[in-house]
């Protein structure tokens, strides 16, 4: 159910851009395009710029991924980071192309996907406490970073964990009974996803 979830999400944002756009009933005042060939400058270029060089360039890619290394972590939610990096990474080069940011945030993708255990567990999380506390939140981050990833650059390993993850399986059982987490709603700004 969630593998036709994504695909449908993925076709919709493949087919937004060929919708023909709709006119506001009351006109916009500001007109934002942001151009995926030409530099973006001004006031939000330099935001785009700020945030490139002094932050997603900058991070602690060891920090990050230290997580899913060594679980179950320094704290319960530190799963949830390489999650939010990847987002944020792949929306900046769709505007930037920036090739270093493109190195970094391959190597962090690949570097994520080898911590996926071979029961499709992609968290950081001890096996006796899967799906308690923050384990549905990190998953829920790492997902969306994955979706992101593959929306920016393509690449069909992105949507591999979400095969074989336990969160997103059929199979009732792979959520522990004595979980209080029999279904889960994902939600983000385009939609909610149920993965029961």
């Given at each position: 159910?969630?593998l036709t ?79 939010k990096y ?111």
């Open positions: 159910m969630l979830t994504i695909q449908l999400s993925i076709a919709q944002l493949i087919t937004t851009a060929a919708i023909p756009k709709v006119d506001y009933v009351v006109p916009s005042q500001y007109d934002l395009a942001i151009p995926q060939t030409d530099i973006l400058s001004g006031y939000l270029g330099n935001r785009y710029q700020l945030n490139l060089e002094k932050r997603l360039l900058q991070v602690d890619e060891e920090g990050l991924l230290e997580g899913f290394h060594s679980r179950p972590g320094k704290q319960r939610w530190i799963g949830e980071h390489i999650g990847l987002e944020a990474a792949a929306n900046t080069w769709l505007v930037t192309k920036d090739s270093r940011l493109k190195q970094q945030m391959d190597r962090m993708f690949h570097r994520l996907l080898e911590t996926q255990g071979e029961d499709g567990y992609l968290g950081t999380y001890l096996p006796e406490n899967r799906w308690t506390s923050w384990d549905v939140w990190v998953h829920k981050y790492d997902l969306f970073g994955l979706l992101a990833y593959y929306g920016a650059v393509g690449d069909p390993k992105a949507l591999k964990p979400q095969h074989k993850s336990e969160i997103c399986s059929t199979t009732p059982s792979a959520i522990p009974r004595q979980k209080k987490y029999p279904q889960i709603w994902i939600t983000r700004g385009y939609g909610s996803h149920l993965c029961h």
